[in-house]
């Protein structure tokens, strides 16, 4: 059971909006950054958004993030099938004194 | 360009130990912390550990701690786990892992890896 909890699946349309959910508590999400990454089968795990809702150079602005108290969003806009795969997002967490992921999202582009 | 490779991964039985290494280049070793990540086959990504760039800080999973020590010898540029007690949920893929920035050290660690290995892959099978 992951300290942060997602969605296993989401999905959409090619050129549709998704979110992603990312839920915790005070001890992580609300008052440390969240960051996300997306990976793709057989591949390594990639930055995608750093301290809540910025983007690495190279990330496209399809991808934005958020965060409102407890729970972190990730977007994606214009859904292309390169975005398939799994979303993790992940905090510290000061309660257990350790870094958490959230369990993982798959995301299929229909 | 930055790079970080992993080695020492491999079949073990349990209760046997392990260490992992990561030898690192491309970057300046010595002004960054450092993390090991972990993913079980078919499951998601697992912190493992933290190391700060001077050696001074560690903190560790709940499911190692105890068990895994992190260490680094920045005039090698390498990171190493030391693994030992291993059990079966210990098999996962190991990634060496740089968060984007450097230059000191903040509590909390940032979590924001944008430098990943290939992994290795450490396999506790009796």
């Known amino acids: 059971q992951s300290v942060l909890t997602q969605p296993p699946s989401a999905s959409g349309a090619p050129g549709q909006r998704v979110t992603i959910s990312c839920s915790g508590g005070?001890?992580?999400?609300?008052?440390?950054?969240v960051n996300w990454y997306h990976q793709v089968p057989g591949g390594v795990p990639r930055l995608l958004i750093y301290?809540?809702?910025l983007r690495p150079s190279g990330v496209p602005d399809r991808f934005s993030g958020s965060k409102s108290g407890t729970s972190a969003s990730l977007a994606i806009s214009g859904l292309r099938s390169e975005d398939e795969g799994d979303y993790f997002c992940a905090a510290w967490d000061d309660s257990l004194r350790e870094g958490v992921f959230g369990g993982g999202t798959k995301l299929t582009v229909l | 360009q930055v790079q970080l490779v992993e080695s020492g991964g491999g079949v073990v039985q349990p209760g046997k130990s392990l260490r992992l290494s990561c030898a690192a280049s491309g970057f300046d070793f010595k002004t960054y912390s450092l993390h090991w990540v972990r993913q079980a086959p078919g499951k998601g990504l697992e912190w493992v550990s933290v190391?700060?760039?001077?050696?001074?800080?560690?903190y560790y999973g709940d499911s190692v701690k105890g068990r895994f020590t992190i260490s680094r010898d920045n005039s090698d540029k390498r990171l190493y786990l030391q693994m030992d007690s291993l059990r079966g949920d210990d098999t996962a893929v190991y990634y060496c892992?740089?968060?984007?920035?450097?230059?000191?050290?903040?509590?909390?660690?940032?979590?924001?890896?944008?430098?990943w290995g290939p992994g290795t892959l450490v396999s506790v099978v009796s």
């Open positions: 892992v740089r968060p984007r920035e450097g230059g000191g050290w903040y509590y909390p660690p940032s979590l924001d890896f944008n430098y």
């Open positions: 301290k809540d809702n």
């Open positions: 190391i700060s760039y001077n050696a001074a800080y560690t």
């Open positions: 005070d001890w992580n999400v609300r008052n440390y950054y």
